[in-house]
């Protein structure tokens, strides 16, 4: 992550999901998706009518 600040490079949509699975390597197991955009709907506990941005709508966001 220093390297890629130091460079001042653009981040693309690669680097973000690489990024996301090397800080998750230690906190998932290894069925779980890191570094891939999730496929289903979530909300905050409680607040099911307020959902995230839907999962079609991930890549285009980031």
């Known amino acids: 992550m220093m390297d890629l ?6 981040l693309t949509n690669v680097i973000i999901r690489d990024l996301n699975r090397l800080v998750m390597l230690k906190n998932i197991d290894e069925r779980s998706q890191a570094g ?5 709907d979530v909300w905050l506990n409680g607040q099911e009518d ?13």
């Open 36 to 40: 891939a955009y999730r496929v289903i």
């Open 50 to 62: 307020q959902p995230y941005t839907a999962p079609t709508e991930i890549p285009f966001k980031i």
């Open 5 to 10: 600040a130091s460079r001042n490079q653009p």
